[in-house]
C-alpha cells in the first residue's frame, strides 16, 4: 500500500534552516509528481511546493520562494524541502501528498515550529 512518512521537523529559530525528509513506499515513486503542504493552527492546508515526476520542474507557493527548495531523489523514493530563512509564521505540520489513480495519499506530517 502507499505509505509516506515525513520526517525533519522540529524547533528552529528566526533565520534558520531545516530540511524535511518524505520517504515514499507501495508505488513507483519516479512515475508521479510529489507536493508539500502545510496546515497551521486554525487554518487551511496550503500548498508549499511541488515537483514533477522526474525532478525537473518545481513550483513553489509565492511567500516561500527563493526561501524553500523542493528536490527528490527517486533512487532513495524521498522527496525533500529544504526550508531556509524560517520565519514564525512557517509554523505548521507539514506533509507529503501525491495524487495516484485520482486518489490522494497523505502523510501523517511532521512539525515544524519557528520561534525565538
Known amino acids: 500500500q502507499v505509505q509516506l512518512v515525513e520526517s525533519g521537523g522540529g524547533w528552529v529559530q528566526p533565520g534558520g534552516s531545516l530540511r524535511l525528509s518524505c520517504a515514499a513506499s507501495?508505488?513507483?515513486?519516479?512515475?508521479?509528481?510529489m507536493s508539500w503542504y502545510r496546515q497551521a493552527p486554525g487554518k487551511e492546508r496550503d500548498l508549499v511546493a511541488s515537483?514533477?515526476?522526474?525532478?525537473?520542474?518545481?513550483k513553489y507557493a509565492d511567500s516561500m520562494k527563493g526561501r524553500f527548495t523542493i528536490s527528490r531523489d527517486n533512487a532513495k523514493k524521498t522527496v525533500y524541502l529544504q526550508m531556509n530563512s524560517l520565519k514564525p509564521e512557517d509554523t505548521a505540520v507539514y506533509y507529503c501528498?501525491?495524487?495516484?489513480?485520482?486518489?490522494?495519499?497523505w502523510g501523517q506530517g511532521t512539525q515544524v515550529t519557528v520561534s525565538s
Open positions: 515537483i514533477s515526476s522526474g525532478g525537473g520542474s518545481t
Open positions: 507501495g508505488f513507483i515513486c519516479s512515475a508521479y509528481p
Open positions: 501528498r501525491v495524487l495516484k489513480n485520482n486518489y490522494d495519499y
